[in-house]
């Protein structure tokens, strides 16, 4: 049965030189996507992430959310997504309540994770225990993670039956998480595909927040 990461993979493999994600003036194609999504698995591993383990990211729109969706996807983590335009409590409780083993947050909203950070520290009595890996243009750990795996091979994916925790808005109250199995998840992305007549040629506008869908 086919899988996310397997799918990466393969159009990695059919189409290497084909843009797979475009972000203003940075791009990736297929088959950097697919290496670059190996590396970042593989360093994953390296910290201890391994199936049902969750992984957030507190980002706006760009590539990294696609790549950590992917590599978490290859070795069976949980993808969490987190607003950037919450609130520090709201970030503090979905936090409290993923417990995720790593943190990636973009450089423009450090203070914003920082913030939440104390929050969850007042709230529990403790520091948040998980890593923290920092992207964008003034922190290069991000690329440092993917960099040190760069002459490993083939990552062996090992896939889990969920591939995504989605928060929703929390128009009622704090954010709701919405679990999505794998299976299901990448069935909904190939029958919109379908539906929409989507061909080698088309382009994709991704025009909803990358929070909660990559």
Not at 40 to 67: F, K, N, P, T, Y
Not at 178 to 184: C, D, G, L, M
Not at 188 to 201: K, M, N, Q, R
Request: net charge neutral.
């Amino acid at each position: 049965m086919l899988t996310f990461g397997q799918l990466v993979r393969r159009n990695g493999q059919n189409w290497p030189a084909k843009p797979a994600y475009v972000e203003i003036d940075r791009r990736v194609t297929g088959g950097e996507f697919d290496r670059r999504t190996d590396r970042l698995g593989l360093a994953l591993r390296d910290m201890g992430v391994g199936q049902g383990d969750r992984v957030a990211i507190l980002a706006s729109d760009c590539i990294e959310v696609a790549e950590v969706f992917a590599a978490a996807a290859k070795i069976g983590a949980i993808r969490v997504g987190l607003n950037a335009r919450f609130a520090e409590r709201e970030i503090a409780a979905l936090i409290t309540d993923c417990t995720p083993k790593v943190v990636f947050v973009q450089q423009a909203h450090g203070k914003l994770f920082q913030a939440a950070e104390t929050i969850m520290a007042q709230a529990t009595g403790r520091p948040f225990g998980g890593s923290v890996i920092g992207f964008g243009p003034e922190s290069d750990a991000y690329e440092t993670l993917i960099d040190a795996h760069a002459g490993a091979g083939p990552l062996a994916q090992t896939p889990f039956d969920t591939v995504m925790i989605a928060y929703t808005t929390g128009s009622t109250g704090l954010p709701k998480g919405a679990v999505y199995p794998h299976q299901k998840f990448l069935n909904s992305i190939l029958y919109t595909a379908l539906l929409e007549g989507s061909d080698y040629d088309a382009r994709w506008l991704h025009a909803m927040p990358a929070a909660g869908i990559p």
